[in-house]
């Protein structure tokens, strides 16, 4: 079962910060926060990963709390085509036999509205 | 990243009859994996293909009925057999490098069973 908890959705102006937020309060020391977006009818696409520190790349930024029993991510100006289903998943560090994979929860629907 | 390319992108089917999917990806990758998204619902992990080895099931998918080769660190196959009119679903292959580091997804074959 997934271990995060999204709101099913939420909505956004376009041009404004999109701030999504996760719970992963059973995460353990060794799980990464992996955050994904599908488009309809598209496959998912990677956004962004982090440990413990904040990370930001071109697409986001992820900001983890301290305990990282929750975590938000940030779209800083939405567009109109950012409008897909987030998905915020916990991974564990150690791969073998089904460890590394990612275990999808039911997201969190973004409407960016014009 | 990693490019990944499925086939066929879509099918309709039989009852009874089966299918299978291919998965190419376009730099070798250690891991690979088979999702199913069934209409409106969020990815479930159906297994890991491991190169070499016999596949890695998840809870509640068996080998008989959703057989996988990877004959190498570029491709995987799918196969849903004996097909019924539950398995209309879009399958969805992953794969990437690394525990740690990012998985990127096909954009699915969407599978119709009459």
């Known amino acids: 079962d997934a271990k995060t908890t999204q709101p099913p959705s939420m909505d956004c102006a376009e041009g404004r910060a999109a701030n999504l937020p996760c719970n992963h309060s059973?995460?353990?020391?060794?799980?990464?926060v992996y955050w994904y977006r599908q488009i309809h009818s598209q496959g998912p696409q990677y956004i962004i990963h982090g440990l413990k520190n904040n990370e930001t790349n071109e697409m986001a930024s992820l900001i983890i709390t301290e305990d990282r029993k929750s975590s938000t991510l940030i779209l800083p100006h939405a567009t109109l085509r950012d409008t897909a289903v987030y998905y915020c998943i916990v991974r564990l560090l150690n791969y073998g036999g089904s460890q590394g994979n990612l275990i999808f929860g039911k997201g969190t629907k973004l409407s960016v509205k014009p | 990243s990693a490019v990944i390319s499925q086939k066929p992108s879509r099918d309709i089917c039989q009852r009874g009859t089966s299918l299978t999917i291919q998965c190419q990806v376009d730099?070798?990758?250690?891991?690979m994996f088979w999702y199913r998204q069934q209409p409106g619902q969020s990815l479930t992990l159906i297994a890991t293909?491991?190169?070499?080895?016999?596949?890695?099931?998840e809870s509640g998918f068996v080998i008989d009925k959703f057989p996988i080769s990877r004959p190498n660190l570029t491709f995987s196959t799918l196969t849903v057999s004996n097909m019924s009119p539950e398995d209309s679903s879009i399958y969805l292959c992953?794969?990437?490098?690394?525990?740690?580091?990012?998985?990127?997804f096909g954009e699915g074959s969407r599978l119709t069973v009459l």
């Open positions: 293909a491991n190169q070499g080895s016999e596949a890695t099931y």
């Open positions: 059973t995460i353990s020391g060794n799980e990464y």
């Open positions: 992953s794969a990437g490098q690394g525990f740690a580091g990012e998985l990127f």
């Open positions: 730099s070798q990758v250690t891991m």
